[in-house]
Structure formats: structure tokens, C-alpha cells
């Protein structure tokens, strides 16, 4: 079969420095490709040159369309090629000023020079073609009202309306739960097998590898490293470098559970007969205890409970009835103020964008906690926050760069930079993984596992990913609608799950060896 695009010695120079050296590949039709390698690896390179987007770069070699003559690449601009584009987890593919209907429909048009109503009706279609997608009208919200499971259907399904000869994928099931990427990874796959495209997804997780299969391309600073299946990448006899980004994610342990010593440390948080959910009936209360150094993970969907009850354990909603016991204080009786103050003993670190003020400079982003809480002087200030950037990696950058400037690796290390100057008794660690490649969120676990045992700080751990959960924390509540179905250790559960929402969550992440392939239709 002929190639539908090959890319001939390409390589990409920006900067002065290597982007992409001497790269060729050959696509064929209803093929999937899936680049895989750490951020500046070259993936961003290869996805924009085949998109047709000018580069400002220095650009050698070529690109064939089908068996047309050979382009430069610099000159590519993908004539000829009908292509789709799923953002990324950082990128805004939406405007906030209009529908994502309305958006969808305009990109359709375009794609299939139709007039914008005809548009709109093929995106209605293409929704309508996916299983358990959500109707059209839920579209004519603007962007910032649906949750990143709902832009991604939109995503996909604009797409797929189009119907592209090339799919170009960065990394965009990134941005989903487990079980949610596991899903549009099936659905994906029935629409290429329904319509034929060929698919190129530009990977940070091998998670995404064992669900798409077929040809892997490793990338590393710019060089292809090794290709092959999946059969034989995640192996012993891969490259030294392949093997790494197959371990570095978290993956779940299926062993038998080990013995636990119960910790005699004072408690952090005592939770008696809470009612944290007041609309459901019979109403949900729950008595638990948590204690220094102990680790505890809310593992559940969006929208699940989850952060319900993080916010009554704070004191930021109302409870019905019961108490909450923060650091020997009943929160209940607190004014505003003094569970103000409480508060200080707790940190956060979340795998939020808005987690940081981007306007502020890294060193007071680190210093604010003992600044605005603690009356010190500038020494000892500086001493912990050079003592704290140390631990995380990033002393050696410079204290005016302001935090908009950093990369999404380097604003999640310099939250738990944060959280160490704190001194917190409780440590909110929420999805601190999101959107993160293999080894950022190999670097994360460590820092974080570091800092529990160093500090001795109790972590509340909020997850959708039952392996990141059993990567941070001892015991677990599984959550699901509003309910909390098991609870107990990680190992227990991960072992002899009951609850029908926990199966589901653990096979989302259980190991490729124990796992039927996905199913191949929507």
C-alpha cells in the first residue's frame, strides 16, 4: 500500500538548536502512529509540519503527499490533505466568546466548504455517531460551562465530521480520567476504523500506547530512538530509554497486601458522624481518622463526591450534622477568622493551571506562606525558600521569572516548594499528575513521597486514577454519585475490589498483561 504522507530527512532547527534531526516517516492510510518522548522531543515538530503550520525555524528536507512529487518542508502546507487537529491538555482549542457548536460548525464549514447550517448538522451527525455522547444542544454553552470531558467530545466529534484523510492528536485523552480516556481511546479507534484516516497521536503516557496500539515511534532531543509494536517496545528487549518511559508512570501493583503498622502519631483530622452531603437520602455520614504522616485518597470521578467532602473537612461548605476535628479544634464552633487561621496548616498541590498567580516571581510565589503568616526575618526567609527550591530541583533558577513563564513540570514543583516552607500538618495533594509526561510525574511522586516522609505531614490524596492513589497514599474511599461505595486499604481494594464504580475504575489502569483489548466500536 502507498504511503498517504512521507516525511524525508526533515529536520528542524530553531534557535540555533535541534528540534528534529534527519527524521523520516511514512503514513499510511488508516494507520495509527503514536510519538512517544518527553516535551521537546521533537513530536511538537512533526505534528505542526504535517498540520501545514510555518515554523519559525530553519527547515531541510521533505514531504510527499500520496505519490505526488516531493515539497520542502518549509514550504509544506498540506495541500491536497484533508487533516484534523485534537489539541492538547495546555491548549485552549475554543474561544471563550462563542459556542462550541457555533465554533464546531465553523471549522466543519470550512473543512468541507459547506455553508455554516449544513455544518451544524453534520456535527449534530457525528455526536449522534458516538456512543454515549452528549446531544447538540449541550454545545451551544460557551466553553467555560462544560468540563473537559464535554470539550472533548466536542473535540472529537467536529473532527470526525470533517472526515480527515490525517488525524493529528496532541495528546488530547491527557485531560481525561482513566476510565474517560480509556473510553474516547475506543471511540477513536471505531471512527478511524468507520471512516479510514490515518491517526498520528503525540504521546506522553504509555498509558495512551497500550490503548491505541500500532506503530510506536520514540522520540528523544529531536532523534528517533527505536519504532516497533507495542508487543515488543514494552518489553526487556527494548531500548534502555524505552524501558524508562514505560516504568516512570504510576502503575498499579497487583500484589498481595503487606503487613501494616499502625501509626501512633496524633491525629490530624477526626471526622464523627458527618453528614457531607445534605440533598441525598438516606443521608450520607461518614467517621474516619486521619493521623500525621498517614496518607488517605478520594478516588472517584468528576463530580463524584470527592471534593464535596474535602471542602466540609475544611470548613468551606456547611455540614448538616456531625464534627470535623482539625488539629485538636472542632471547626464547627469556629468564626470565619479563626478557621482562617486554621487553614494555614494546610497545603495544596493541584494539578491546576490556576493553582499559582501568574503575575507573581518565583521566589515570592515560595516565601508568600511565611510572609503573610509568620513574622520573620528576611534570613531565615531566605534560608528556607533556597533550602525548599533545593529539594524540588529548581535552585538553580532565577527568582524574578515570573510563574507564567514556567513550564507546567516546573509550577507543579514549585506548589510542593510551597507546601514544604508551609510546615503544614494536612496536605491536600489533588490530580498533582494532570497532564504531566511519564518522568514529570516520576519526579512528582518522589517529591511528594519525600516531602510526606520528611515533613510528616498527613496527605489527603484526590484522584481519579486508582494508580496514582495506591502511588501516594495507604487507604482509599471510593466515590460514586455523590456516595462513598468502599472504602480501606489500596491494596485490599485494588485486590478484591466490590463495588461495581471501583472495577471500573481499576481496569481503566490495570496492567496490559490482565486486560482484554478495548472494545472496537461506539
Known amino acids: 500500500?502507498?504511503?498517504?504522507?512521507?516525511?524525508?530527512?526533515?529536520?528542524?532547527?530553531?534557535?540555533?538548536?535541534?528540534?528534529?534531526?534527519?527524521?523520516?516517516?511514512?503514513?499510511?492510510?488508516?494507520?495509527?502512529?503514536?510519538?512517544?518522548?518527553?516535551?521537546?522531543?521533537?513530536?511538537?515538530?512533526?505534528?505542526?509540519?504535517?498540520?501545514?503550520?510555518?515554523?519559525?525555524?530553519?527547515?531541510?528536507?521533505?514531504?510527499?503527499?500520496?505519490?505526488?512529487?516531493a515539497e520542502r518542508a518549509a514550504r509544506f502546507r498540506g495541500r491536497g490533505l484533508r487533516t484534523a487537529y485534537l489539541a492538547g491538555p495546555y491548549a485552549q482549542p475554543f474561544s471563550p466568546h462563542a459556542s462550541v457548536a457555533a465554533q464546531a460548525a465553523r471549522v466543519i464549514a470550512r473543512k468541507l466548504d459547506a455553508p455554516r447550517p449544513s455544518a451544524r448538522a453534520e456535527f449534530g451527525a457525528a455526536l449522534e455517531r458516538l456512543a454515549g455522547a452528549p446531544p447538540l444542544a449541550t454545545f451551544d454553552a460557551l466553553p467555560g460551562a462544560l468540563g473537559p470531558e464535554m470539550l472533548a467530545w466536542g473535540l472529537f466529534a467536529a473532527a470526525f465530521a470533517g472526515t480527515p484523510d490525517l488525524l493529528l492528536a496532541d495528546d488530547p485523552l491527557s485531560r481525561l480520567s482513566p476510565t474517560q480516556a480509556r473510553a474516547m481511546a475506543a471511540l477513536l479507534q471505531a471512527e478511524q476504523k468507520r471512516l479510514g484516516f490515518a491517526l498520528v497521536y503525540a504521546a506522553m503516557s504509555t498509558e495512551v500506547v497500550r490503548w491505541l496500539g500500532g506503530r510506536i515511534v520514540v522520540l528523544r532531543h529531536g532523534k528517533v530512538v527505536e519504532e516497533g509494536p507495542l508487543s515488543r517496545l514494552a518489553t526487556a528487549q527494548a531500548h534502555a530509554y524505552t524501558r524508562t518511559l514505560f516504568r516512570a508512570a504510576p502503575s498499579l501493583t497487583l500484589d498481595a497486601e503487606k503487613p501494616r503498622s499502625q501509626s501512633r502519631a496524633e491525629p490530624v483530622l477526626q471526622v464523627h458522624a458527618l453528614e457531607w452531603r445534605k440533598n441525598l437520602e438516606p443521608r450520607e455520614t461518614v467517621t474516619f481518622e486521619l493521623r500525621r504522616g498517614r496518607a488517605l485518597a478520594f478516588v472517584g470521578e468528576k463530580g463524584s463526591g470527592r471534593h464535596a467532602l474535602m471542602r466540609a473537612l475544611l470548613g468551606l461548605e456547611r455540614v448538616e450534622a456531625g464534627h470535623v476535628v482539625l488539629d485538636a479544634v472542632d471547626i464547627g464552633i469556629l468564626s470565619e477568622g479563626m478557621l482562617m487561621r486554621l487553614r494555614r496548616r494546610v497545603a495544596f498541590?493541584?494539578?491546576?493551571?490556576?493553582?499559582?498567580?501568574?503575575?507573581?516571581?518565583?521566589?515570592?510565589?515560595?516565601?508568600?506562606?511565611?510572609?503573610?503568616?509568620?513574622?520573620?526575618?528576611?534570613?531565615?526567609?531566605?534560608?528556607?525558600?533556597?533550602?525548599?527550591?533545593?529539594?524540588v530541583g529548581m535552585a538553580g533558577l532565577k527568582g524574578d521569572v515570573p510563574v507564567a513563564a514556567l513550564s507546567p513540570f516546573d509550577r507543579r514543583r514549585l506548589q510542593v516548594a510551597r507546601a514544604i516552607v508551609g510546615a503544614p500538618l494536612l496536605a491536600v495533594i489533588d490530580e498533582p499528575f494532570h497532564g504531566l509526561d511519564a518522568f514529570a510525574q516520576s519526579v512528582m511522586r518522589d517529591l511528594l513521597r519525600e516531602f510526606r516522609e520528611s515533613e510528616g505531614p498527613a496527605f489527603l490524596v484526590i484522584t481519579s486514577d486508582v494508580a496514582v492513589a495506591q502511588a501516594l497514599a495507604e487507604d482509599a474511599f471510593v466515590f460514586a454519585g455523590g456516595r462513598i461505595v468502599e472504602r480501606g486499604s489500596l491494596a485490599g481494594i485494588v485486590k478484591a475490589p466490590k463495588a461495581p464504580q471501583t472495577k471500573r475504575l481499576i481496569e481503566a489502569v490495570r496492567p496490559q498483561e490482565t486486560l482484554s483489548p478495548p472494545p472496537s466500536g461506539g
Not at 538548536?17 to 511514512?26: K, T
Not at 520573620?376 to 529539594?391: F, M, Y
Request: proline share 5%; net charge negative.
Open 1 to 69: 500500500m502507498s504511503a498517504l504522507v512521507t516525511l524525508d530527512a526533515v529536520s528542524v532547527r530553531a534557535r540555533g538548536e535541534a528540534a528534529l534531526e534527519n527524521f523520516s516517516l511514512a503514513i499510511a492510510p488508516g494507520e495509527t502512529v503514536v510519538l512517544l518522548g518527553e516535551p521537546d522531543c521533537g513530536k511538537d515538530e512533526i505534528l505542526q509540519l504535517l498540520a501545514g503550520v510555518p515554523l519559525k525555524a530553519e527547515i531541510a528536507g521533505t514531504i510527499r503527499i500520496r505519490d505526488g512529487q
Open 349 to 391: 498541590v493541584t494539578g491546576s493551571d490556576e493553582a499559582l498567580d501568574p503575575r507573581m516571581l518565583l521566589w515570592d510565589t515560595v516565601t508568600e506562606p511565611l510572609r503573610a503568616h509568620l513574622r520573620l526575618p528576611r534570613g531565615v526567609i531566605a534560608e528556607s525558600r533556597e533550602a525548599a527550591l533545593k529539594r
